[in-house]
């Protein structure tokens, strides 16, 4: 992305959003990001299953 298209989102200090994690939630996002990306197609069906009920914020 160009810096244009930046600009609104990334850059822009009134409407960015910077959050603190800890390690541990570094952990259980990148195991979380290798189940849905990964290969293993029922690890991500059990996940998606499991986890359906849970989804507050929907983007698509």
Do not use: Y
Request: charged share 30%; aromatic share 4%.
């Amino acid at each position: 992305m160009d810096w244009q298209e930046l600009k609104p989102t990334t850059m822009d200090h009134a409407s960015r959003t910077l959050l603190q994690i800890t390690l541990e939630e570094a952990a259980v996002a990148d195991e979380i990001t290798s189940v849905l990306m990964g290969d293993d197609v029922e690890s991500r069906k059990l996940f998606i299953t499991t986890n359906a009920r849970d989804v507050r914020n929907l983007d698509f």
